[in-house]
């Protein structure tokens, strides 16, 4: 079983909808969870930390946390082209120094 | 706004050959890293630093492999042998403490010829 598992995708979405991105996680103990942008060719770019379960909502963006599912997923409302990118879903691995395990990405396309 | 810094952005090597890859981490962090992409693929660990002494480092951090933060505030990963496969997207990142996120530099493209 793979540490994070994302769906690869494409996910196609067109602007203005909602883009709802999935990812699951097999270290029940895992604390910290995050959500990063990358796009091609560029570094990936730190969008969203949850660290209870629950929602955490910014601008355009919410996280929602499930440890008892092991599920984290992220939404984006008002889809724009230029979040067209893949996301990537990263779990810390507890006990360590902050070792964070990343999932495949899932790469988003949002088309006018 | 505060950003981790590397150089070069891109190196060409031949096999064999030894690279060293320099980042400058955000200067209030503590947590230090090293990971790779391969085109295509994922973004791997390889290691993190902290209060100057490696505190992980997975299986491709083998003996070719080596960091050191000479100067308090670079932060070096160096190959000893490069081999073809080691051709990828290096990347630094650092976080202030160990429940944060990192940031991550721009990344060196690492090509061995």
């Known amino acids: 079983q793979k540490e994070v598992e994302q769906n690869s995708g494409p996910l196609s979405v067109p602007e203005g909808a909602i883009a709802s991105l999935n990812c699951t996680y097999s270290d029940r103990g895992s604390q910290s969870f995050f959500w990063y942008r990358q796009y091609s060719g560029k570094s990936p770019e730190l969008i969203m930390s949850i660290y209870s379960n629950g929602d955490k909502e910014d601008g355009r963006f919410t996280a929602q946390l499930n440890k008892a599912s092991q599920y984290v997923s992220l939404l984006i409302r008002d889809s724009q082209p230029s979040d067209s990118a893949t996301y990537l879903c990263?779990?810390?691995?507890?006990?360590?120094?902050?070792?964070?395990?990343f999932g495949a990405g899932t790469r988003l396309a949002v088309h006018p | 706004e505060p950003e981790v810094t590397q150089t070069p952005s891109h190196q060409v090597t031949q096999m064999g050959q030894e690279v060293i890859l320099r980042c400058v981490p955000i200067s209030n962090h503590l947590y230090f890293y090293w990971y790779r992409q391969i085109l295509g693929q994922k973004v791997e660990f390889l290691v993190s630093?902290?209060?100057?002494?490696?505190?992980?480092k997975s299986e491709i951090f083998d003996d070719q492999f080596s960091v050191e933060r000479p100067d308090g505030s670079n932060f070096t990963l160096k190959i000893r042998s490069t081999k073809l496969e080691d051709s990828a997207m290096y990347f630094c990142?650092?976080?202030?403490?160990?429940?944060?996120?990192?940031?991550f530099g721009s990344g060196t493209r690492l090509t061995v010829v």
């Open positions: 990263a779990v810390n691995r507890p006990g360590g120094y902050n070792k964070l395990i």
């Open positions: 630093f902290y209060n100057n002494e490696i505190s992980e």
């Open positions: 990142a650092s976080s202030k403490d160990r429940e944060e996120g990192y940031t």
